[in-house]
């Protein structure tokens, strides 16, 4: 039904569904700046997806129940979530599915690099999942277009030791590797 809906109010256009090429468990580290974001991604991605989301949207039963129903997995944005990241270094290492990780954290409408959040850089590392960066270009007006692009995948060197260090470094690497996308 999403897909008819989403298809109907916008022309959608996806760009690199190839680099999608592992078995393995990839992370989808995508800009956001828009409620539409996740929606869009599930509508145009055939594989499972699993999304993190604020613990806040799960405050009401109903949108919770319908939020873990489409993948969404809470976490607390606040503190050290550790039950939650288990879940998806478990997602990505053992069930070998796509993690999408909204780098910036939160919804804002223009992506800037300095913004970006270290979570999918840590799961990358814990996990030897596979990035992707990904920028979802749109207004969001009704029969606008949406561009997905999806780049290539970025290679790192994966070792036992991880440090601030490392994380950062990864973190910038997915930045600006998403900005390039948006250009």
Known sequence: MCNFVFNLIF?????????ITDKNGVILCVNH???FDPFLLRVKISRKLNFIAKKELFKNKFIGFILSKFG???VDRNKNDIKSYKKAIDILKNKKEILVVFVQGTRQKKFNENDA???ASFFALKSNATILPVFIKSKYVFFSKVEIKIGEKIIYHYDKKITHEKINNLTKEISSKIKKLSK
């Open 33 to 35: 700046s828009s409620n």
């Open 11 to 19: 022309k959608i256009e996806i760009y690199g569904l190839e680099n």
């Open 72 to 74: 969404a997995l809470s």
């Open 117 to 119: 959040k270290n979570g």
